[in-house]
């Protein structure tokens, strides 16, 4: 009969372990710098495109294959919306291509240190995962990586170090690994990474994922999409429709367009962030932090004297949350989203104070 303590429970749900959400609590004048969202509201072309498709059309079922934004996204990377699948979010994709690719006899194979959720799926389906430690700098080590496998999964630039690869070493190991699927989330491309979009079509065992939560400021939206070999998306299309066909609502879909198609806004605020990044990366470590060079909208530092729950703790108390990850060999590290400069100030002033420094 069940093992499970609870009858009314699935036989096999102890093996569940759900991601951690960052906090979103309801504080005061609180600044939130603990899930990498974007300082910079969405483009106003987005909200007008929610108005005008918020109308009677919503008692209609959305088009459940989102074919206007796949034709979007295919355009911008000139290439045939075969190519493309779009997801309730690119948790939703990597759950969708776990499920499709990694099942297997061999194991996954994904970083020690990476995007947390990656274990979560594992553990949902069933899978066997063998972790990869990052070198000593704490960057990805990919010719590890060509060994026996039922899989690849990695974040470039990795979550939560920001650390990002060049492109062409993730095109040397696709040169060697022919027989298992590669999945790149490149959730943070679009601060400073190179993104192997371009590889797709010479590698069709090739998968890159992109959000519209992070560089699009649509954390609240819920889209993400995938780019890789027509076969690969067919698969992903069957997981899709085997669990839900209308994942994306008509009015996601619709702003999804407008946000695709507003490059304008992209690149005004990609460069903001990335400017802010690189004046708190020089403050931090002239407050005596270590920083990763991050290509990211977040940094990942560590102070030299203070551990890093003390500080965590005082940002707190003064109203600023960052992310720490109770974790081996990075517990000492704070995960820092990156805000407008007047919250990086913010951010930095805290930090000065909490250390005894002036300023
Ligand atoms: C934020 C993030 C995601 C998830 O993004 P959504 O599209 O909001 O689901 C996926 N991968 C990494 C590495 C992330 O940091």
């Not at 498709?53 to 209609?60: E, I």
């Not at 294959?65 to 979010?89: K, Q, T, Y």
Request: proline fraction near 7%; charged fraction near 25%; include cysteine.
């Amino acid at each position: 009969m069940s093992t499970s303590p609870n009858p009314l429970l699935s036989r096999d749900f102890e093996r569940l372990t759900p991601y951690t959400p960052g906090e979103q609590p309801r504080i005061a004048d609180l600044l939130k710098l603990n899930t990498n969202e974007n300082p910079y509201g969405p483009s106003p072309a987005v909200i007008e495109a929610i108005r005008r498709a918020a109308d009677d059309s919503l008692r209609l079922y959305p088009d459940p294959a989102s074919s206007r934004l796949r034709e979007a996204i295919a355009r911008r990377h000139g290439l045939d919306p075969s190519m493309v699948f779009i997801g309730n979010g690119s948790d939703e994709i990597l759950a969708h291509a776990f499920r499709a690719f990694f099942v297997q006899d061999r194991p996954l194979l994904h970083p020690d240190i990476t995007y947390s959720f990656y274990p979560v799926y594992c553990a949902f389906f069933g899978i066997d995962a063998v972790r990869m430690p990052l070198g000593p700098d704490f960057g990805i080590r990919l010719a590890d990586y060509e060994r026996e496998n039922g899989g690849i999964v990695f974040a470039n630039p990795n979550a939560p170090t920001g650390i990002a690869l060049p492109v062409a070493q993730v095109e040397a190991l696709l040169r060697v690994n022919r027989d298992s699927v590669v999945l790149v989330d490149e959730a943070y491309v679009d601060f400073g990474g190179e993104s192997a979009v371009a590889l797709v079509r010479q590698h069709p065992n090739l998968l890159v994922v992109q959000t519209l939560s992070k560089s699009r400021s649509l954390a609240g939206l819920r889209v993400g999409f995938a780019i890789g070999d027509p076969g690969l998306v067919s698969a992903l299309e069957t997981v899709k429709s085997s669990f839900n066909s209308y994942p994306i609502d008509r009015l996601a879909q619709a702003a999804a367009l407008a946000a695709i198609e507003d490059e304008a806004w992209l690149e005004d605020t990609r460069q903001r962030v990335i400017a802010a990044r690189e004046s708190l990366a020089g403050a931090l470590r002239e407050l005596d932090f270590e920083v990763l060079p991050s290509a990211a909208n977040f940094l990942f530092v560590r102070h030299r004297d203070v551990p890093g729950v003390e500080l965590f703790d005082g940002l707190r108390q003064a109203g600023i949350l960052v992310r720490r990850f109770d974790l081996p060999r990075i517990d000492q590290f704070l995960r820092i989203s990156i805000g407008t400069p007047a919250q990086c100030e913010r951010l930095r002033h805290t930090l000065a104070s909490l250390l005894g420094r002036d300023g």
